[in-house]
Every structure is written in structure tokens, then in C-alpha cells.
């Protein structure tokens, strides 16, 4: 698009001499006058002497200009229609109060625009304006979309916005003569930490003026939780740290408590005492996570009336707790080989980190020392550091064949925390022997509560039998010792005969896994091997001790057996709660989503064998973890992998819950659970200042003026002055060919020769 | 130069039939365990050679196990052939006085499965032997055992030197090599060897008086020896317990 076209002239010589040529004619002519001057110097008559050199003047300049051949070109030529960009900030923070009381900085954009329409108006018959907006991508904008459309861009990028900008200054009619921004300056990229002498240099190169314009009054009521600091996964039972910048504007002399829970759940609570009108103070958090698994957590600080944002008072988020080592405590009754080869596992399993403590005698025992404290290399059981100080250290408590009433020994007293370890998320295992389940010996009632058996009270059933695989331990993860039901079946067939069981009764809701073909209990077989969840841990049980035939024994014939260190190896998984050893899992996907942005999950569902389990139907609710109201409900059917993939509409910021269930047929295939956090806020809102500073660098690195709203006219703002180009073809006129010109070096040439004849000089 | 310490002497050395009638009233003050399998049997392997000489030795070492641990126990010396019948028990004892034949392949082979897969040997040179006789013997045969893992002195700082009591040495009948012999198959001692005549001072004869004289330290010596045994059978039954960490310090502690 072009200006105005109109016409310009200039002189310029039309011979076809070169230039060189025509600079020696110059100076040819030049030096015939300068000799027509050094031969008259004797002249005494200063008439004479100047009516000739002026006659040899007059004929020399008509010489040159015959000789030059002077012409008039005239050009048809236009001011170039340069661009102006009037870039409006379409980021989140745009959607903030523009000042106390006032509606949006996005509004108040929209209401400069109005007042600024005629000056913009006026300015197109130079330049073409644009307005666009910026989120940070550039598109479009007008006043009505200012108004009606939510800005709702996640990164301020100032620089870069300038940057893509200059990459459409193409030249010509794209060329940029400037820019006037509309912004509050909230950067949260390159220029977050202020203007660098890098950013600074490079705004320079631009190669136009940017003029900014801040949206939005700088002094504010405020509470905002900013910069959070915590990783993205923590390791259970190990302190985690959080950070969190508490900024309070405007409310000085205050207390401001802030509160971090896990969803829901109150996990510790800081009071800041605020001094100053503007103040930053750092809050730390240290929790230790006892489950594993996703879970959200929340910082919160009250909102204050007049607050120009509430969102920042409230940072979420996800944090995935994982195992390092499975923390294993042993303790054991008497050694014995049933001892010696679990012991040999977990010693040499990477993945354990054992802690054992072993009855290696009792009071009755008789060591025939004189100073049993030099000549044993025993310690004294310290049952109230493992018991109670680190109980909640451990992941699995296994007590072996352990069942003293000796009060030294009788874990009597730690009952209740044992219990209370278990249901908290624990796991337990109990192994038989003559010191366990009530054989005979001190019972434990409230510890019992946690395991899966009820001693019936009577000794312990001596005598050979088989091991009996149940049906539910074909289809457990803990005894499926090989890739199918049949070969695990057939692995177990194969152990040695057991020597004998502490006889129990399974309690409702246990699992058996293995029991007793020969042997009822209340009409049922006897159970050798059960579990159950008690509470939000795990418990199981082993009725003997002689499960070290599994792994010694069973090779007497030279056949190479896997089973011992895969079931144990697959207990403890099933007992932490390993991930890969569900049937079903769900996970949230993304973990953590914006506030406008669907809430996604993906389901893996697999078979009893572990294989995907396919056409299996899924269903995902999706509940608010603090009024626990279930917000959504998704089915869906695995496809061939045994996966599936739901979606929830968007939701309200909070922290969430995503539970899934599956069933193939009339099968249950289990249920699993995630946590999504619907974060509070991205970077965007977390600050609602208003960065005056960084406009007006901005503005000074590249030549332009640095404004502020209100405005009532389009100020006048630096803009390039556009560039003129031709635009049509140029026409030549001569001057030279005429003859006056002729006539006037001849008739110079000859009135010199008649005047020097008179005075006597030819 | 050996060390001795000098613990509380054994009681008063009671015949046979007392033995036995304490060992009927002892023994069943505890619950059994489930079968013998469960319990500690000390196992005597019978070889080509003179095997039998120390039984009576194996009996009292079982005996003093169940009185002075919470160790359970069956107080016999059972003998078994070298076949499949030891994978029943991980403890097996291989004594003898005097060179004895070559093991059988069959015999080799079930013997180093059995220690490959967690079963313990303690071999014990009843002569006293060295160069010869049983060592001889034995040696022959475990560089056919364990020809990748070579018998080598233990260190006083073995676990097994503190798997109940606190020992510097291992005596036995004798005292003429203080360190036991070992072979380790990961780091465990699978095998450990004495030529010592381990249970020569623990043997009893019919009527039920120790066997023979202990040398050169006499009783002491011998509750030493005793002492070596049952820390052997600890470290049998419960492996480097003792090297957790949460016993170093206070037996650190101790042993200054």
C-alpha cells in the first residue's frame, strides 16, 4: 500500500562522454580562462584586463555546458504506507484488576482503544495500523474481543513478543515505523529479573521505537503465594521440604497464617507477621509422606477484603511419592534355617534395606559366662527405638516365629503402635513357628487385629503334607511365581512336604492363598498363606517355618527353582503397594492441569495372569477431594492393549481425586486411584504487579516514550518517518540543444579576439 | 602366639545316663518346632574314611546349643550319606582321622549344589593333621569341590568370630592353627575348616566324661572350643547378623 504519488525534477548531464573525459574537459576549459588571466597580468588598464577574462569566463562556461549537455529528468515518485502495531498484552494477568475497585486491565486497554480510535484513525493516512494482541502468540484484537474474551495467555513474553513482531518487518510496506504497547509489564520470561544490558542491546537492534503504555495502578491490596519450591517426587518416609514466597501488599501490621494440606488434610501451619506495605517473607514446610502414590497438596493464605487477586492465595500441587528401598525390620523369635534363608534374600536383594534383630537367647538360657557383657557379642532388644522412635521407618515389619512373654522380650506395650502402624499404611507379615499365633505361647490380641488369622488356640499340627495352591492364590500376584496360573500351580506342586502348621482360621474378608489339603479348621482347610488390607496397610500371614524348604531343599534333585525368591520378592511388592503389581492402575494425565483445560486419565487394566486385558469396561469418577463429591463419571472400554483414556470437562481450581474401576464380564478387575491438582494458578497470576520499571526501560532501550493509562488521545509517539521511493518511469528534457548557446560561445569567442586585437594583443 | 581367654568352667562333668536324663528334662521345656527339619540337626557326613570318630562331640555341641541359645535343636548326631538326603539340613558336619578315598562325582556334585544353594560344611581334621591324613584329604577334595573358590585363613574379624560370644580364636582338642579355614561362595562362608579337632574336646565317651585331654590350655581351652562351636553354628543359623550395623558399636565397644 502506497501514499500519494507525485512528481520531482533534477538536473542531470545527457552526455554520452564518460566521466573521466568530461572532468578533463573541465579542466581544459578551466585552464584555458586561467591562462587567458596569466597572460594579461602586464595589462595596466583594469577594464581591459577584466572585460577579457570575463569574456573568456562567459565563453568557457557556454563550452561546458555544450560540452556537459544539461538536461531536466523528472520522476513520478511515493511516500511508502510503513506499519504501526499497537500490541495489547493478552496474558492472564491482563484479566486482574486494573486498580482498586476497577474492572480489568484488559478493560482498561479496551477503553484506551476507544479514545485513541480518531488518533489512530488520522495516523493511516501514513502508516497502516495494526492491533494485535499478544498471549504471547500474535493475533488480532479489537476492542469488543478486549471486553468479551478473557485473557487468558500463561506467559508473559515481552521481548519475544518483539521479537516475532520484527520478524514480519519484511521491508517495504511491512516495514515497522513503531510500536506502542499496551501492557503491565508482568513478565514472567527473559525480562522476570528486570532489563538486562543483553535484552537492552538487542531491543535496540530492533530498528524501531517502542513506546509502552502501563495498564494497571502499581499500588495494591494484595496476598499472593509465589515462586513454590519442591520437587516432583519425594521418597516415602523421608522428609520432603517445601518453599513458598508469601508477598502481602497493602496490609501492614497483619498476621497472614498459611496452611498446607494434603488434600484435605491439615499437614502443618505457618503464621507471618507482615511489617512492611510491601513484603516478602519465606515459608517452609517439612511433611513426611507415609503412602506412596500421587498426591496433591495445597498452600493456602487467607484472602483479605479488597484483595486485587484472590487466585494467588492458593498454590497446589502434585507430588509423587516413591519408594527408594523397602525398609524391612526382622525380628525374629530364635534363629532358626527358616530365618537363615530369608535372611539370605533380603540381604542380598539391591532393593531391601534390612534391619534385623534376632532372640538370640533368653533369661533361661544359660551362656555359662562370668561377664556376659565382654564375652557375648549380644546387645539388649531395643524395642522402644525400633517399636516406637522408627517404627514409622520401616515399610515391612516382619515378625518371624516371635511370640515371647518373657517381659524383657514381650512386645506387649507396642502392641497398639504396631497396630496402629499397619493401619496407617504399614505392612506386617507374621511366620509361623512354636512362638506364633498363640502356640502356646503370649498371644498379642491387638496386633493380632491386623492380621488376616485368628489362632484357634490349639498347638500346631505336626506331620508331612502338601502344599495346596487355592484358587485365589492361581490368580494373586504374591504366588503367581510364574507367568500363568497352571505353572505357578505346578511350581507350587513341586515344593517339599511342609512338616507342620500353626493352626488358624482365615478372618472375613482375608485371601488363602495356600492351605492345608488334609487339615480343616472350622470345616475349611487349613490356611498356610493368607493376606488382607487392614486399614490403609497390608498384613499377611505364613503358618510355618518351614518355608526355607522352598529355597534349600527343592533343589536337592538338581532342579534349578525360582519359587522362593519370587514369592518373597512379590510379597513385599504386593505388601509396599508396588504399582506394577496392581491389576488395575490409573493415572492422571496430565497430573496437574490449568484452570479452563480438560481433566485427563489413562487406565491400564490387565488379567489375573498380568496379561492387558482387553474389551474390559472401565469407569472413572473423578471426585473434589474436599467435599469428596464425585464431579464427573467416564466410561470407557480397553482396546487390545488393555488400555483406555478418559476425559472431564474442565473443573474449578482444587485438588481432586481420580478413582477407576474395571470389570471383564462378570469379573472385577480391580480399582485404582490418582490425584490431579486443577492448579490455582500458573505463572501469571501468581504476581499482580504492575512492572513500571521494566515499560519504561523497555521503552528508552529502542527510542520510544514510556506512557500510562489513562489516556484521553493517541499521544504523540515516536514513529520512522516512511521512506519515498519512484514509482514511475523518469523523463529527460535537454537544455543544452539550443542555439542561443552556441551563439553565446561564439559571440564571446569573437568579441575577446576583436577587443585583444584593439588593445593589441593579437 | 595363641591367646586364651579364660571363661567360667563347665560344670561338673555328669555320666552319660545324668546327661540323658537332663537332656529329657531340659530339651522339652520348649515348644517343638515343626519337625526336626526346623530345628538345628547336626548333621555328620559319612565318607569313605574314618567319619565317625567325633559323634558323641556332635551331640554335646547340639546339647550346648539348645542350653546356652534360644536356639532349638535336635541332640543327636545324625549321619547321612553325601545325596539328596542333605538338602533336609543346611548343617553338615565332614570329620575324620586320617586320609579317606576320593568323593564320588555323583557325591561332588550334591555336595556342591548343596553348598551353592545355601547349605553350610564344617569340616574338621579330628587328627589334628597338616600336610597329611585328613588334611590332606580334605584339601584333595576341595580343590575338587570348589576349584574357584580355594580354602583361605579367616580373619579374626569374621563374623563368626562374634556370632555370640566374642572369640579371638578358634581352638579346638588342640591349638596348633589358632584362624579357621574357609571357603566363600559370595561372600558367605560355606565352608569352614578346623584343624583344630573342633570336636574332639567337645566329645564324651560312654561314660559320659570328656573324651580327651585339650591342649595345650586344658578346661579353658576347651570352653573355648565349645564356645568356637556354637558361634559356628550361629553363624550357620543367622549369617552376618552380627556385621549389621547396629551392633558394631556396642561390640566395638566391648571388645576394647
Known amino acids: 500500500m502506497t501514499g500519494t504519488d507525485s512528481t520531482a525534477w533534477k538536473l542531470v548531464s545527457l552526455s554520452p562522454l564518460p566521466g573521466w573525459a568530461l572532468a578533463l574537459l573541465v579542466v581544459a576549459v578551466a585552464m584555458g580562462v586561467g591562462l587567458a588571466a596569466a597572460g594579461l597580468r602586464a595589462e595596466p588598464s583594469l577594464g581591459r584586463r577584466s572585460v577579457l577574462i570575463g569574456l573568456r569566463t562567459v565563453a568557457a562556461a557556454a563550452a561546458l555546458f555544450l560540452l556537459l549537455e544539461p538536461g531536466v529528468r523528472t520522476l513520478q515518485v511515493a511516500r511508502v504506507k510503513n506499519r504501526v502495531a499497537v500490541l495489547v498484552d493478552r496474558t492472564a494477568s491482563m484479566g486482574l484488576p486494573a486498580g482498586p475497585g476497577a474492572g480489568t486491565r484488559s478493560a482498561a486497554v479496551a477503553d484506551a482503544l476507544g479514545r485513541i480510535g480518531p488518533g489512530l484513525k488520522a495516523l493511516e493516512d501514513r502508516f497502516s495500523v495494526e492491533v494485535l494482541g499478544f498471549e504471547p502468540a500474535l493475533a488480532p484484537v479489537s476492542e469488543e474481543i478486549l471486553r468479551t474474551a478473557p485473557a487468558a495467555g500463561t506467559r508473559t513474553d515481552l521481548l519475544g513478543v518483539l521479537r516475532a513482531l520484527r520478524a514480519t518487518d519484511t521491508g517495504g510496506s511491512r516495514k515497522l515505523s513503531g510500536v506502542l504497547l499496551f501492557s503491565d509489564g508482568a513478565d514472567n520470561a527473559e525480562l522476570q529479573a528486570g532489563m538486562s544490558t543483553r535484552a537492552s542491546a538487542e531491543l535496540a537492534g530492533l530498528g524501531f521505537p517502542v513506546s509502552t503504555v502501563q495498564v494497571g495502578d502499581s499500588s495494591l491490596l494484595d496476598v499472593a503465594l509465589e515462586n513454590l519450591k519442591v520437587d516432583d517426587f519425594a521418597f516415602v518416609r523421608n522428609a520432603v521440604a517445601v518453599e513458598v514466597e508469601l508477598r502481602v501488599r497493602?496490609?501492614?501490621?497483619?498476621?497472614?497464617?498459611?496452611?498446607?494440606?494434603?488434600?484435605?488434610?491439615?499437614?502443618?501451619?505457618?503464621?507471618?507477621?507482615?511489617?512492611?506495605?510491601?513484603?516478602?517473607?519465606?515459608?517452609?514446610?517439612?511433611?513426611?509422606?507415609?503412602?506412596?502414590?500421587?498426591?496433591?497438596?495445597?498452600?493456602?493464605?487467607?484472602?483479605f477484603p479488597g484483595e486485587a487477586v484472590t487466585e494467588n492465595n492458593t498454590r497446589s500441587f502434585v507430588l509423587k511419592v516413591i519408594r527408594d528401598r523397602v525398609r524391612v525390620l526382622l525380628v525374629v523369635g530364635r534363629p532358626s534355617w527358616d530365618e537363615r534363608f530369608l535372611r539370605g534374600l533380603l540381604r542380598q536383594d539391591a532393593n531391601v534395606d534390612l534391619v534385623s534383630f534376632y532372640i538370640l537367647r533368653t533369661s533361661s538360657d544359660d551362656t555359662q559366662t562370668r561377664n556376659p557383657e565382654r564375652e557375648l557379642?549380644?546387645?539388649?532388644?531395643?524395642?522402644?527405638?525400633?517399636?516406637?522412635?522408627?517404627?514409622?521407618?520401616?515399610?515391612?515389619?516382619?515378625?518371624?516365629?516371635?511370640?515371647?512373654?518373657?517381659?524383657?522380650?514381650?512386645?506387649?506395650?507396642?502392641?497398639?503402635?504396631?497396630?496402629?502402624?499397619?493401619?496407617?499404611?504399614?505392612?506386617?507379615?507374621?511366620?509361623?513357628?512354636?512362638?506364633?499365633?498363640?502356640?502356646?505361647?503370649?498371644?498379642?490380641?491387638i496386633l493380632d487385629r491386623a492380621l488376616p488369622v485368628d489362632a484357634v488356640g490349639q498347638s500346631a499340627s505336626v506331620g508331612p503334607y502338601r502344599l495346596h495352591l487355592t484358587a485365589e492364590g492361581q490368580r494373586h500376584p504374591v504366588t503367581s511365581v510364574l507367568p500363568t496360573g497352571t505353572a505357578s500351580l505346578a511350581a507350587w506342586d513341586e515344593l517339599p512336604a511342609g512338616s507342620g502348621v500353626n493352626l488358624v482360621r482365615a478372618k472375613p474378608g482375608a485371601t488363602v492363598l495356600l492351605d492345608h489339603p488334609g487339615l480343616l479348621v472350622d470345616g475349611k482347610p487349613a490356611p498356610v498363606m493368607a493376606l488382607w488390607e487392614h486399614g490403609r496397610?497390608?498384613?499377611?500371614?505364613?503358618?510355618?517355618?518351614?518355608?526355607?524348604?522352598?529355597?534349600?531343599?527343592?533343589?536337592?534333585?538338581?532342579?534349578?527353582?525360582?519359587?522362593?525368591?519370587?514369592?518373597?520378592?512379590?510379597?513385599?511388592?504386593?505388601?509396599?503397594?508396588?504399582?506394577?503389581?496392581?491389576?488395575?492402575?490409573?493415572?492422571?494425565?496430565?497430573?496437574?492441569?490449568?484452570?479452563?483445560?480438560?481433566?485427563?486419565?489413562?487406565?491400564?487394566?490387565?488379567?489375573?495372569?498380568?496379561?492387558?486385558?482387553?474389551?474390559?469396561e472401565v469407569t472413572v469418577e473423578l471426585s473434589n477431594v474436599r467435599d469428596r463429591r464425585v464431579v464427573g463419571t467416564a466410561r470407557a472400554t480397553t482396546g487390545a492393549d488393555g488400555m483406555a483414556r478418559v476425559s472431564f470437562p474442565p473443573q474449578p481450581v482444587g485438588a481432586y481425586r481420580v478413582r477407576a474401576s474395571a470389570r471383564s464380564g462378570e469379573r472385577a478387575l480391580g480399582e485404582a486411584e490418582d490425584a490431579v491438582a486443577v492448579r490455582t494458578l500458573g505463572p501469571e497470576l501468581t504476581d499482580a504487579t504492575v512492572r513500571t520499571d521494566l515499560l519504561g526501560a523497555l521503552a528508552r532501550a529502542t527510542g520510544g516514550k514510556a506512557y500510562r493509562l489513562p489516556l484521553q488521545a493517541l499521544p504523540d509517539f515516536p514513529l520512522l518517518d516512511p521512506p519515498v521511493v519512484e514509482v514511475g518511469r523518469s523523463r529527460d528534457r535537454p537544455l543544452w540543444d539550443r542555439w542561443e548557446w552556441l551563439g553565446l560561445l561564439v559571440t564571446a569567442l569573437g568579441l575577446e579576439w576583436v577587443l585583444r586585437r584593439r588593445f593589441g594583443y593579437v | 602366639m595363641v591367646s586364651l581367654q579364660h571363661p567360667m568352667p563347665g560344670p561338673a562333668l555328669p555320666r552319660r545316663a545324668l546327661?540323658?536324663?537332663?537332656?529329657?528334662?531340659?530339651?522339652?521345656?520348649?515348644?517343638?518346632?515343626?519337625?526336626d527339619g526346623s530345628r538345628f540337626v547336626p548333621v555328620v557326613a559319612q565318607h569313605g574314611g574314618h567319619w565317625n570318630a567325633r559323634l558323641s562331640g556332635l551331640r554335646r555341641l547340639a546339647w550346648e546349643l539348645q542350653r546356652r541359645t534360644s536356639v532349638e535343636v535336635v541332640a543327636e548326631a545324625r549321619p547321612l550319606a553325601l545325596n539328596a538326603r542333605l538338602f533336609d539340613f543346611p548343617f553338615v558336619y565332614f570329620g575324620g582321622e586320617g586320609d579317606f578315598p576320593p568323593l564320588a562325582p555323583a557325591e561332588l556334585e550334591t555336595l556342591r549344589r548343596?553348598?551353592?544353594?545355601?547349605?553350610?560344611?564344617?569340616?574338621?581334621?579330628?587328627?589334628?593333621?597338616?600336610?597329611?591324613?585328613?588334611?590332606?584329604?580334605?584339601?584333595?577334595?576341595?580343590?575338587?569341590?570348589?576349584?574357584?573358590?580355594?580354602?583361605?585363613?579367616?580373619?579374626?574379624?569374621?563374623?563368626?568370630?562374634?556370632?555370640?560370644?566374642?572369640?579371638?580364636?578358634?581352638?579346638?582338642?588342640?591349638?596348633?592353627?589358632?584362624?579357621?579355614?574357609?571357603?566363600?561362595?559370595?561372600?558367605?562362608?560355606?565352608?569352614?575348616?578346623?584343624?583344630?579337632?573342633?570336636?574332639?574336646?567337645?566329645?564324651?565317651?560312654?561314660?559320659?566324661?570328656?573324651?580327651?585331654?585339650v591342649v595345650p590350655g586344658g578346661e579353658a581351652q576347651r570352653e573355648l572350643a565349645v564356645r568356637t562351636g556354637i558361634n559356628i553354628c550361629m553363624y550357620a543359623l543367622c549369617l552376618d547378623y552380627k556385621d549389621d550395623a547396629v551392633h558394631l558399636p556396642l561390640i566395638l565397644k566391648k571388645r576394647r
Do not use: C
Request: cysteine-free.
Open chain 1, 537 to 616: 496397610g497390608r498384613a499377611m500371614a505364613l503358618m510355618t517355618d518351614d518355608s526355607w524348604t522352598w529355597a534349600f531343599t527343592v533343589h536337592r534333585n538338581g532342579d534349578p527353582s525360582r519359587l522362593y525368591d519370587r514369592f518373597w520378592g512379590n510379597a513385599l511388592r504386593w505388601l509396599v503397594r508396588d504399582p506394577d503389581l496392581t491389576t488395575l492402575q490409573v493415572s492422571a494425565d496430565p497430573p496437574s492441569v490449568e484452570p479452563g483445560t480438560p481433566v485427563g486419565a489413562a487406565v491400564t487394566a490387565r488379567e489375573a495372569d498380568y496379561q492387558p486385558a482387553a474389551g474390559a
Open chain 2, 114 to 213: 548343596y553348598l551353592t544353594y545355601g547349605g553350610f560344611v564344617l569340616a574338621d581334621a579330628n587328627d589334628g593333621s597338616s600336610g597329611t591324613g585328613f588334611d590332606a584329604a580334605f584339601r584333595r577334595e576341595m580343590a575338587r569341590l570348589l576349584p574357584a573358590s580355594p580354602l583361605q585363613p579367616l580373619p579374626s574379624t569374621h563374623v563368626v568370630f562374634k556370632s555370640f560370644y566374642l572369640l579371638d580364636s578358634a581352638p579346638g582338642r588342640l591349638f596348633t592353627h589358632p584362624q579357621l579355614q574357609a571357603a566363600l561362595i559370595g561372600g558367605r562362608a560355606a565352608v569352614l575348616y578346623s584343624q583344630n579337632d573342633l570336636a574332639g574336646a567337645w566329645a564324651r565317651d560312654e561314660g559320659g566324661d570328656y573324651a580327651f585331654e
Open chain 2, 19 to 35: 546327661l540323658a536324663a537332663l537332656s529329657s528334662l531340659l530339651l522339652p521345656r520348649r515348644a517343638q518346632a515343626f519337625g
Open chain 1, 250 to 303: 497493602g496490609l501492614p501490621g497483619r498476621d497472614v497464617p498459611v496452611v498446607l494440606e494434603r488434600e484435605g488434610q491439615v499437614l502443618g501451619t505457618k503464621n507471618v507477621h507482615v511489617t512492611g506495605a510491601d513484603e516478602t517473607t519465606q515459608v517452609s514446610f517439612t511433611f513426611t509422606p507415609d503412602q506412596t502414590g500421587r498426591f496433591v497438596y495445597t498452600l493456602s493464605a487467607p484472602v
Open chain 1, 377 to 445: 557379642s549380644l546387645i539388649p532388644f531395643p524395642m522402644e527405638e525400633i517399636f516406637d522412635a522408627k517404627l514409622s521407618t520401616f515399610d515391612v515389619v516382619i515378625f518371624q516365629n516371635f511370640g515371647h512373654s518373657d517381659p524383657q522380650l514381650s512386645i506387649a506395650q507396642y502392641e497398639r503402635k504396631l497396630e496402629q502402624y499397619v493401619a496407617n499404611g504399614g505392612a506386617l507379615v507374621a511366620i509361623g513357628g512354636d512362638r506364633a499365633f498363640g502356640d502356646g505361647r503370649t498371644s498379642y490380641p
